[in-house]
């Protein structure tokens, strides 16, 4: 069965940094794409950052210069490193895998960028 995991988000203030982390079980990460998305109250889900099985990378307008998008296949794990965040930052980050016939979602981790 595919779990995925994600942590570390938290409370930072405007300019700050966080690394998520989302963890795979039940596939093989390495093979897969996988997305970091967000989802702001009263706003739809959006595609943040994305990353192929051969570790290309593409990344929302938003969040270019800012997040970095990698992956760990030894630790089957992808991270999201997040910098100079900003309030509008602020939702909660979800990552995601298509595994056929469906795709796969984390439980979330809240961000939120505040002074």
């Known amino acids: 069965q595919v779990q995925l995991v994600e942590s570390g988000g938290g409370l930072v203030q405007p300019g700050g940094s966080l690394r998520l982390s989302c963890v795979a079980s039940?596939?093989?990460?390495?093979?897969?794409?996988v997305g970091w998305y967000r989802q702001a109250p009263g706003k739809e889900r959006e595609l943040v950052a994305g990353i192929s099985s051969g570790s290309s990378t593409n990344y929302a307008d938003s969040v270019k210069g800012r997040f970095t998008i990698s992956r760990d296949n030894a630790k089957n794990t992808v991270y999201l490193q997040m910098n100079s965040l900003k309030p509008e930052d602020t939702a909660v980050y979800y990552c995601?895998?298509?595994?056929?016939?469906?795709?796969?979602w984390g439980q979330g981790t809240q961000v939120t960028v505040s002074s």
């Open positions: 039940g596939i093989i990460f390495s093979i897969r794409a």
């Open positions: 995601n895998v298509y595994v056929y016939p469906k795709p796969y």
